[in-house]
Every structure is written in C-alpha cells, then in structure tokens.
DNA sequence: GAGGGTGATG
DNA sequence: CATCACCCTC
C-alpha cells in the first residue's frame, strides 16, 4: 500500500481553495503540505478540508507565510516552532507525527538577495532547522522534509543557471546551508529517482510568460531519511495548476512510498 | 422592426465583461446604456465591443461612476456634460443621437441618505437635468431618457416600501424631483406597459441573499417621451444576469420600441 | 458584499 | 504579476 506526501506552495490560501479541493480530490494524497497560507487562523477554512476528509493542522499569520499540513489521519503530534529561544518567530514551520513518521514543511525564508539581511536571515533558518532536527529526531527514523525551500539545488534545477549563478536562491552559501541540513540524513527523492530530469516547481508571475516558456525553478522538494528515501515509489511535480487561469505562482509536488519495504507503522 | 434600448448598472466594466458580452450577443440591442464603469477612458475595452459589433460612446473617471451607450449604428452626435458651467463634473451623463432619436444616459447620485450633503447633491442633478432637457431638446421629439436612476418612484417599486419610506431612493423629495424631470415629457414606458407588475432591478449584495428573497427595488428605468412611448412595444427587466456567480447589484432593463408608428429616421 | 484605489511584499 | 492590508463608495 503506497503511502503520497505532497507539497504546494498555494500563494494564499482563501486566492486558492477551488484548485487545492480540487487537487486533493483528484489525488488523494495521505498528507499534504501547504505554504504560504497569508491567512490568521481564524480565517483558515479548516471546516472546507474537513468535508473533503482531512484534518489539518496549520500555523497562520495576517499578511505572509502561514503553513498547514492536511492529513486523512488525524496526527498524534502537532509542533509549530523550532523552540530554539528565538522571539517572535515567523509562522514557517509545522511538524506533525503521522502513523509514526515525522512530517517536517518548512516555509524557507526567500531571501530578497546575497547584500540583504533577509539572506542572512534565511542561512540562519537553515542553521536553525539542522540544530532542531539534530536535537529532536534520528536519521534512522523515518521522516520527511518538505516544503518551499527556496533553494534551486543544482544546476539543472534553474531555468538559466549561467545568468543566475550567485543570485537568491541559487548561491553557494545556500547551498552550503541546505547540504548541511541534508547532511543529517535526508535524501532529495525527486532527484535520487531522476538523476538527469530538468523538471520545475516555481515560476515567477514577475517574468513575462515565464510558464508558458518553461522559465522556472525546482524550489519545492521533497526529501526523507535513508530508509523511506529508499522506499520511494515515484516523484513528480503536478504542472496542471500552475496553467490555470489565476494560479499560484508554485505547482504541488507529491511523492509515493512503499511503507511495507520499511517496517514502519 | 423593432429598435432595442436596454441599460445595465455593471458595476465595474473591468469585472462584468463576460456577462456584459454574453446579454450583447443574446439580445443584440440597438443601443445598450451602462453605468458605473469604474474605468477610466485608457482602461475602458473599446476592442471587445468592437469585435461584438458595437460602437462604444463614453465618459470614463477613476474608480467611480463612468457611462456609456454601445451602439449597432454609429452615433451622429455624442454629449457628455450638462455643459451649465458647473465645475469639476462627475462622469454620469452621456447623451447619443442614434438615427435621428436622442438617447439620453444617466447614473444618478445615489444619495446616501437623506441628512447628508450628498442627498441634495442629488436633488440638484435632477434640476440641472430638467433645465439640460428644457434648453436642448422638445418633448415633441423622440427621446429615451435611461440609466440607473436611483429612485423607486411608487410603493410597487420596492420590497419594502413601509419600513423603507422616507429612505434614500424612496423619499418624498426625490419623487417629486424625478416627478418635475418626467413632466418636461417623459413617460415611464415598463409601468405604462405594465401597471401592477411588481419587478426590480437592483437588490443589494448588503442584504443576504436579496436576489434569492427577491428584496430588491427598481431603480433602473427607460423613460420616452410620448409619440415614443406609445410606440413602446415591450419592457422587461432581465435578472438572469443577477442570477450570476459574481454578479452586479443591478440587472438590465430592455425596451422594443416599433419605429414605424412613429415616422421617425 | 463587492467593486475600485493605494502601498507593501515576493 | 498577484497576493494581502487598509481605505472608500454604494
């Protein structure tokens, strides 16, 4: 029995529910992960997902951010913080325990550009998230991250490389940042199972046509210990949404594993 | 054969193209007057009506009233001010002359409420027209004077004209107001037509579910003078556009009109 | 409740 | 380009 994750970066939660139900619907997936809800928790239209056969679990904030988890089973653990001491911390991550695998989505800080302090900013998120993983969980265990990370990791993950070398979210330190979180022990599935695909999760609304020309970005990932990396079936990237009449700027990206290969349960 | 004259309150050009297009290609008026465009003239979508056949006469201004007349045949003449020299004037009246008959294309001021300033800005607007109708024109000639006029003028024409007496729209000062216009000449051709017909023309998005309660008020009228009016036809308004998923607060309002009993062109 | 304007962010 | 926030009008 294949066990689905996904993610989706939905520009707006209350701008995007007719594509998310419909997604849903259409895929089923046991947990999906959502960021950038820009809604309060007040507003979160908890009562629309649960009449389509999902709990959530969600941090939300007025304005940005704001991320969710929706799940067919109801979690046995909800985290939203790192609980590292920092203050009045963004709403970027929630962590929940399903059927005993950990799902981490983060909501990775843009970062604006290399000269600005929302860069630095978006090391220190990396730095943090590592810290956090090392403190409260074991590689050996199954668990995945996932999220809008907003780092393109290699050269065939930009639609031009060459002229973005250097720029946000394809900087060296970035991806310093992000090889040692993966350092921990996780596992980008999508590329494990296809070495050599350029396929691409984000494009900007700001460049003219920028889907229909395919200039896009693989920022969205999803990545998982060695044991359930191993057990992963198949992952892709959902373009479908991303061509409607007024999409979100991310398209989901889901991913399947084979929970029997694992033990797990 | 019948000459069409139909108005519609659209409540913002940009967002009602579709529905706008769709009444056009199903009823072909000769003429279609339209308010509250919100549009200023670079913005209004002179192509669309052109495609669709119809010449497009207006009087365009920021985010705020805005009017209209498309029309089949190309007017000869075409005004836009009252031109008495008041200054600073708002985009709510536009007159054309369509083979030979003037039609004459008004959104007037709404009003408020009847202790506010702009409640007497619109009892002027109803002077300044009646003086405009006296110096220009002769209720002997063909003339259609529509638009959203923004008065129920009897008991009939609102849902609940006991509790709603004496408010904006159906207050004894605006009867008389728009009762001085219709006495240069004017008949209102959808109560001459049908004397006992309760049918509205607005229902606002304030009230939950005023369409589907039928709460509404007529408001938008085609009046004529009278060689036009009784060669009136037919006049009907039309919710099926109301009926929309993201309607106007109005629906149009048509009138056939026979030509040919009248000697007119 | 639904248009529109402005200004901010990505 | 497309979110959201806050403002105004009907």
């Given at each position: 029995m294949a066990w689905k994750v996904a993610t989706f970066n939905v520009n707006g939660i209350r701008s995007r529910m007719a594509p998310v139900l419909e997604w849903l619907d259409r895929h089923r997936p046991d947990a999906l992960c959502l960021q950038e809800?820009?809604?309060q928790n007040a507003d979160f239209p908890l009562d629309a997902f649960r009449k389509a056969g999902y709990f959530a679990a969600f941090r939300g904030q007025k304005a940005f951010n704001g991320v969710a988890v929706l799940s067919r089973s109801e979690p046995s653990e909800v985290l939203l913080e790192?609980?590292?001491?920092?203050?009045?911390?963004?709403?970027r991550l929630i962590a929940v325990k399903l059927n005993g695998i950990w799902i981490v989505n983060t909501y990775v800080p843009q970062g604006r550009s290399p000269e600005e302090p929302a860069f630095e900013y978006k090391l220190d998120f990396f730095g943090r998230l590592k810290s956090w993983l090392d403190g409260r969980f074991e590689p050996s265990q199954p668990l995945v991250w996932t999220g809008d990370i907003n780092v393109a990791p290699e050269a065939i993950d930009l639609f031009d490389p060459k002229r973005l070398a250097g720029k946000v979210s394809f900087h060296p330190r970035e991806h310093e940042a992000l090889a040692a979180v993966a350092a921990w022990g996780l596992v980008d599935v999508f590329r494990k199972l296809h070495p050599d695909t350029k396929q691409f999760t984000f494009w900007d609304y700001r460049l003219p046509q920028s889907f229909k020309r395919n200039l896009?970005?693989?920022?969205d990932h999803i990545y998982a210990t060695r044991t359930l990396a191993d057990a992963c079936l198949e992952c892709q990237a959902d373009g479908e949404p991303r061509g409607?009449?007024?999409?979100?700027d991310h398209t989901p990206v889901w991913a399947e594993f084979d929970l029997e290969r694992l033990g797990a349960e």
């Open positions: 809800l820009k809604c790192f609980g590292d001491g920092k203050p009045d911390e963004e709403a896009g970005w693989r920022l409607r009449e007024t999409p979100s």
